[in-house]
C-alpha cells in the first residue's frame, strides 16, 4: 500500500467519508416531517457538520495536542448523530426511511476516528497544516 502525503485535511479520508455523511443526512432529514425542522432533523444536521469541522479546526490548530482534542470532539459529534440516527429510527413518522447510506457513512466515520485517535502520534503528524 502506498503512503500517501497529507498535504490538507481535505486529503483525510475520514474528512472526505464525513462530508459525504453531511449530504446524506440532509438527503434523508429533508424527508422527515415538518415539524422536526427545529428538532431532530436540526440537531442531525448539526452534529453531521460538526464532524469535518472539528476535523479540520484540529488539523489547523497550533499544536498536535489541539489536533488530538478536534479529533475527538468530532468523534464525540459521531456518537451524538448515531443517538439521534437510532432515534429517528424509532418514531412513527420516521422511522420507515432508508437509513442505510447514512449507517454505512456514520460507521466509516466513526471507526476510522476511533483508529485515528487511538494510534494517534504526535511524531507522524505533518507540519503542513492547509
Known amino acids: 500500500m502506498t503512503n500517501k502525503t497529507?498535504?490538507?485535511?481535505?486529503?483525510?479520508?475520514?474528512?472526505?467519508r464525513s462530508v459525504e455523511?453531511?449530504?446524506a443526512v440532509y438527503e434523508l432529514t429533508?424527508?422527515?416531517?415538518r415539524e422536526e425542522i427545529y428538532g431532530l432533523t436540526s440537531q442531525m444536521r448539526r452534529a453531521a457538520?460538526?464532524?469535518?469541522?472539528?476535523?479540520a479546526e484540529g488539523r489547523f490548530r497550533g499544536t498536535k495536542n489541539d489536533y488530538l482534542h478536534y479529533l475527538r470532539v468530532a468523534y464525540g459529534s459521531g456518537?451524538?448523530?448515531?443517538?439521534?440516527?437510532?432515534?429517528a429510527k424509532r418514531l412513527s413518522k420516521t422511522k420507515n426511511l432508508n437509513y442505510s447510506k447514512v449507517d454505512s457513512?456514520?460507521?466509516e466515520?466513526?471507526?476510522?476516528?476511533?483508529?485515528m485517535i487511538r494510534n494517534f502520534n504526535p511524531k507522524r503528524l505533518s507540519s503542513q497544516r492547509s
Open 109 to 115: 466515520t466513526i471507526k476510522i476516528l476511533n483508529v
Open 79 to 87: 456518537a451524538e448523530l448515531e443517538t439521534q440516527v437510532e432515534t
Open 49 to 55: 457538520i460538526f464532524i469535518p469541522s472539528n476535523i
Open 6 to 16: 497529507i498535504h490538507s485535511y481535505k486529503d483525510l479520508i475520514v474528512w472526505q
Open 30 to 33: 429533508e424527508k422527515f416531517p
Open 105 to 107: 457513512l456514520l460507521g
Open 21 to 23: 455523511l453531511i449530504v
